[in-house]
């Protein structure tokens, strides 16, 4: 079924009426390729009304390719505007002799599709690579100061650190930091930092009535 797609207008680029994407086209192929170079050559002119039909004949094959590369609806069709965005900014560089119109949309999406897998994959390894190093600066047997480290009790443990084991837990703990994070904060190496997290963490645990490490 057809869905209800955003207008460009914060884009700069104002549909005339509201777009529906959809998967498939009412048109012929052959139709479709003489249709969109006519279209094509007037949004070269910037004509924004033949770019609203243009995004009417083109959106299926550029829906189509996003949502197969992506897997999900709601991310295809946040990339398939950002794909028209781009369509409408980089149309002059189009090549009528080098191509068809649907072909090169096909390529921009297939591009744009491709590079938000790997910018979501990447995120999710960032963020997995901070929960490790949280993780790890519990030295795995700290949970019971972990879990405590907002309180008054706590805080007052702190004071049993040295000034560098405090500073370096308050970051990662009280502050959220991982431990690249906490080592750019305090412009140290990475394995100092894991150091002085551990020591402190295994110092607190004693502080807090638990068996030394």
Known sequence: SAMA????????????RPRRLSLVSSRSELDQIDVVA????RVQRGDREAFSDLYDELSPVVYGVTLRVLRDKALAE????EIFVEIWKTATRFDGARGNV???AATIAHRRAVDRVRSVEAARRRDQADADDREEATGGVDDEVVSKMQSDVVRAALNVLSEKQRKAIELAYFDGLSYR???LAL???EGTVKSRIRDGMGRLRIELGGDPL
């Open 102 to 104: 649907r072909s090169w």
């Open 181 to 183: 994070e906490v080592a």
């Open 78 to 81: 946040e990339v398939t505007q």
């Open 187 to 189: 412009d140290l190496p």
């Open 38 to 41: 006519v279209l094509m050559e």
């Open 5 to 16: 797609y955003p207008s460009f207008g914060s884009y700069g680029v104002q549909m005339a």
